[in-house]
Nanobody
């Protein structure tokens, strides 16, 4: 059974930082594309960032320079370092994995950016 478990969400002030982590089980992690999506309140889920098994990264335009995705294939984890957070970054953040023609999602972790 595939499981993606996110952690690290919470409340942060504008300009602050948070680090999200996702631990995967039930997949051959090192062969999967991993990533993050988010769903702001009242909006559709949107792409944040992905990282390939080889470490190539891709970011949504508004996150470039502020967010950094990384992976540790020895620990089956993918992380998202978020800096210079803005109120519009408030959303539920979902861990994502893709491989062998299938995609999986975590349950999500809430990030709230507010003073």
């Amino acid at each position: 059974q595939v499981q993606l478990v996110e952690s690290g969400g919470g409340l942060v002030q504008p300009g602050g930082s948070l680090r999200l982590s996702c631990t995967a089980s039930g997949i051959n992690f090192s062969n999967y594309v991993m990533g993050w999506y988010r769903q702001p309140p009242g909006k559709q889920r949107e792409f944040v960032a992905t990282i390939t098994p080889g470490g190539n990264t891709n970011y949504a335009g508004s996150m470039k320079g502020r967010f950094t995705i990384s992976r540790d294939n020895t620990k089956n984890t993918v992380s998202l370092q978020m800096n210079s957070l803005k109120p519009e970054d408030t959303a539920v953040y979902y861990c994502y994995s893709r491989g062998l023609g299938r995609a999986y999602w975590g349950q999500g972790t809430q990030v709230t950016v507010s003073s």
